[in-house]
């Protein structure tokens, strides 16, 4: 069965950083691109960040570019969200996701929120 | 980037009633080279996270009702309940995979009348 659970959420004060982690089980993790999915409370999905299989390419939202990283390591089936310079509009649940063609499997997702 | 705009935002509709989700992309979602429409239609629960329903704008995935079916071509979709049941009620998404970023219509939110 096809696992994803993320960890590391919380409340940090704007400025601050956070690191999450999304462990999957279930199937060959290597061979998946991973991506991360956020949603503010009572909003709508907003695509954030994606990883190929290798770890040696990524791409950013614009509004996340330059403060959050993305990254994997496939040896411990874990994938990374750093993430830097945190603002108010980062509150929301992340969520990590497998893809296929699209979407295929979520995790249940980790709240973040950021607040003085 | 492709905007994705759904409608209606929300509807109320009787248990076994026809449910329709209109999803209008700003760009074409139809690839040329294989002929296939680069959107899926997601189901979200509250409290859980997005469920894949329609990959390929009309394949459903694994384990999904064939009450729930999509349509469209090109930059207009469709996601239809044909018999609209208590577990279907869900805010329902459509998203592009055509071009990065990848981005997802606002939502629908269905409920029982």
């Known amino acids: 069965e096809v696992q994803l659970v993320e960890s590391g959420g919380g409340l940090v004060q704007p400025g601050g950083s956070l690191r999450l982690s999304c462990a999957a089980s279930?199937?060959?993790?290597?061979?998946?691109?991973m991506h991360w999915v956020r949603q503010a409370p009572g909003k709508g999905l907003v695509w954030v960040s994606q990883?190929?299989?290798?770890?040696?390419?990524?791409t950013y939202a614009d509004s996340v570019k330059g403060r959050f990283t993305i990254s994997r390591d496939n040896a411990r089936n874990t994938l990374y969200l750093q993430m830097n310079s945190l603002r108010a509009e980062d509150t929301a649940v992340y969520y990590c996701?497998?893809?296929?063609?699209?979407?295929?499997?979520w995790g249940q997702g980790t709240l973040v929120t950021v607040s003085s | 980037d492709i905007v994705m705009t759904q409608s209606p935002d929300s509807l109320a509709v009787s248990l076994g009633e026809r449910v329709t989700i209109n999803c209008k992309s700003s760009?074409?979602?139809?690839?040329?080279?294989?002929?296939?429409?680069?959107l899926a239609w997601y189901q979200q629960k509250p409290g859980q996270p997005p469920k894949l329903l329609i990959f390929?704008?009309?394949t459903r995935d694994s384990g999904v009702p064939d009450r729930l079916s999509g349509s469209g071509s090109g930059t207009d979709f469709t996601l239809t309940v044909s018999s609209l049941q208590a577990e279907d009620v869900a805010v329902y998404y459509c998203?592009?995979?055509?071009?990065?970023?990848?981005?997802f219509g606002q939502g629908t939110k269905v409920e029982i009348k």
């Open positions: 996701a497998r893809s296929t063609t699209t979407f295929d499997y």
């Open positions: 279930g199937f060959t993790f290597s061979t998946y691109w």
């Open positions: 990883i190929n299989t290798a770890g040696s390419t990524t």
């Open positions: 760009q074409s979602l139809l690839s040329t080279s294989n002929n296939k429409n680069y």
């Open positions: 390929w704008a009309s």
């Open positions: 998203q592009q995979y055509h071009t990065s970023p990848w981005t």
